[in-house]
T-cell receptor, first 115, second 112 residues
């Protein structure tokens, strides 16, 4: 059974550019959540999509957006990149959602570096 | 607002020792608690999921316990090995908010 797949694994972007990250959840899982991890702030919730609908959004500026497709694959987009957006972006897949009683599985993450 | 605390923040032990990692949470109304392992620069690997109705869950050399009433969970690692070196995180779901709240983690180093 394939795990959660995130692409690309590494990205280097320049300030002001935009970036798109992709996440393919475990087959059959309808929920995809995105988290940002930095050394200072730890893991912070970005947003969750369930059956193509955004169910919840964390406290991040509007430059961070996402979507989910009918096959449950999800993308997140960051526009007008800032140096502070440099982080490890993690995607979590679960059947019922990461706020439910079902187990969450994470991908290997995308390391974004903004220069 | 749920808060999760992990103690200690870092732990260094010689190979072969048994050790305990601690996790506490402020809101006991949880569905479950999940323990993860994270290697440097990598994603999170799910180790154990304990449902609120369970007291313990075991996988190999790992044993996790949950005491909802006191807001505590422990992860017991038996006969530690250098390959166990990683950061261990615990997380609880926030009912109705589609999120997991994580602790800051315990960074474990097991020396040969």
């Amino acid at each position: 059974k394939a795990g959660v797949t995130q692409t690309p694994r590494y990205l280097i972007k320049t300030r002001g550019q935009q970036v798109t990250l992709s996440c393919s959840p475990i087959s059959g899982h309808r929920s995809v959540s995105w988290y940002q991890q930095t050394p200072g702030q730890g893991l912070q919730f970005l947003f969750e999509y369930f059956s193509e609908t955004q169910r919840n959004k964390g406290n991040f500026p509007g430059r961070f957006s996402g979507r989910q497709f009918s096959n449950s694959r999800s993308e997140m987009n960051v526009s007008t990149l800032e140096l502070g957006d440099s982080a490890l972006y993690l995607c979590a897949s679960s059947w019922g959602g990461t706020g439910s009683d079902t187990e969450a599985f994470f991908g290997q993450g995308t390391r974004l570096t903004v220069v | 607002k749920q808060e999760v605390t992990q103690i200690p923040a870092a732990l260094s032990v010689p190979e072969g020792e048994n050790l305990v990692l601690n996790c506490s949470f402020t809101d006991s109304a949880i569905y479950n608690l999940q323990w993860f392992r994270q290697d440097p620069g990598k994603g999170l690997t799910s180790l154990l999921l304990i449902q609120s109705s369970q007291r313990e869950q075991t996988s190999g050399r790992l044993n996790a316990s949950l005491d909802k009433s006191s807001g505590r969970s422990t992860l017991y690692i038996a006969a530690s090995q250098p390959g166990d070196s990683a950061t261990y995180l615990c997380a609880v779901p926030n009912s109705g908010y589609s999120t997991l709240t994580f602790g800051k983690g315990t960074m474990l180093l097991v020396s040969p």
